[in-house]
């Protein structure tokens, strides 16, 4: 168990470690989402530029490392964003500048942003690549469309869109989709996490002997997996993840009952519960399938229950129980009897 400890060090670090590239607008948070946005290429496109989709849709991220500027336009064809080779800047003009800051554009303009008025730029960043909100590429209005409310157990292609783009005089688009998928099966999900969460109670602690490091070893695995695909799809590294994480998998390394207990509950409450919104959404903010974050939550929930309950046991079984108490009546000295006697002789 031992060797385990440098292979947890590399993986902390390869979480922590990477860095974040700029960010027109930044504050909003991450969510599960029905819809799905997908970029399916550019127009015209050319080596040293590409374009993802990141944090689960909530944001767009251009990399340009061409060597040359490339522009994004705004909702009214006015430039908005130049990525350039030294760095990121912003049209201070740009109604798109204010109307992006937040997932439901709700920042009000201020008085100078016209589409029409010539560029104001402003270096927001010193990074070739840069993300932003773009409510084109986005469901942004509440409730279901008509084709997904007739039939929301089917996926539904909503629409495609476009974002167009300016190389100097040259204007080319991002072309995307945007469809409807329906929710997981929750009910489903939660069953099989308490179902684990039994199941991992009864082998660690009836059955098999040593059975809890493994099993500590899987759930912390599965939380720093989950930690690492929501880092690969731009949402940022989860300090939570992580920590209980790591936290499980030292338990394979040492497993007192009272730190399993420990382990155990942060794994449950902190990568198991705390990220359960994973059950009622298709599209989440982990690169990969929804299914393989949902599964990694179920192994977090059901296992990490599953020793918190074995460490309780275990602390149970070790406890010595209280001597019973003896009567009063029983307890008085031999001395005592034997002077009541003798004062009645007399």
Do not use: K
Not at 166 to 184: C, K, M, N, S, W
Not at 255 to 262: T, W
């Amino acid at each position: 168990m031992r060797r385990l400890l440098p292979l947890l060090l590399v993986v902390a670090g390869l979480l922590l470690g990477p860095a974040t590239p700029a960010f027109a607008h930044a504050g909003d948070t991450t969510e599960v989402s029905s819809y799905r946005t997908q970029v399916t290429g550019l127009s015209s496109p050319f080596d040293g530029l590409s374009v993802r989709v990141v944090e689960g849709g909530a944001r767009l991220e251009l990399t340009n490392d061409s060597g040359r500027p490339v522009e994004v336009l705004g909702y009214s064809g006015e430039p908005y964003l130049e990525v350039r080779p030294d760095g990121t800047w912003e049209n201070a003009n740009s109604p798109a500048a204010y109307v992006n800051q937040t997932l439901g554009g709700e920042t009000p303009l201020p008085a100078g942003a016209d589409p029409t008025a010539a560029p104001a730029w402003r270096q927001i960043s010193t990074d070739t690549t840069i993300r932003w909100h773009d409510r084109r590429a986005r469901r942004v209005d509440a409730g279901l469309l008509p084709q997904a409310a007739a039939d929301p157990g089917s996926e539904h292609r909503l629409r495609e869109w476009a974002i167009p783009l300016r190389d100097q005089v040259r204007t080319f688009e991002i072309q995307g989709t945007l469809d409807y998928e329906p929710a997981p099966v929750t009910w489903a999900w939660w069953a099989g996490a308490a179902l684990l969460g039994l199941a991992v109670t009864l082998v660690a602690h009836r059955w098999a002997a040593g059975s809890a490091r493994w099993l500590a070893l899987i759930g912390g695995l599965a939380s720093l997996g989950y930690a690492y695909a929501r880092t690969a799809d731009g949402a940022g590294w989860s300090g939570v993840l992580v920590l209980a994480g790591l936290l499980a998998c030292a338990a394979a390394y040492r497993d007192p009952p009272f730190y399993l207990a420990l382990s155990g509950f942060v794994l449950a409450a902190f990568a198991g519960f705390g990220s359960a919104d994973v059950f009622f959404a298709s599209v989440v903010p982990a690169a990969g399938p929804g299914w393989l974050a949902r599964t990694a939550v179920s192994l977090a929930i059901g296992i990490g229950g599953g020793l918190a309950l074995t460490g309780v046991l275990r602390i149970r079984a070790a406890t010595p129980a209280a001597a019973p108490s003896t009567p009063a009546s029983a307890s008085a000295s031999p001395s005592a009897s034997a002077a009541d006697s003798a004062v009645g002789s007399a």
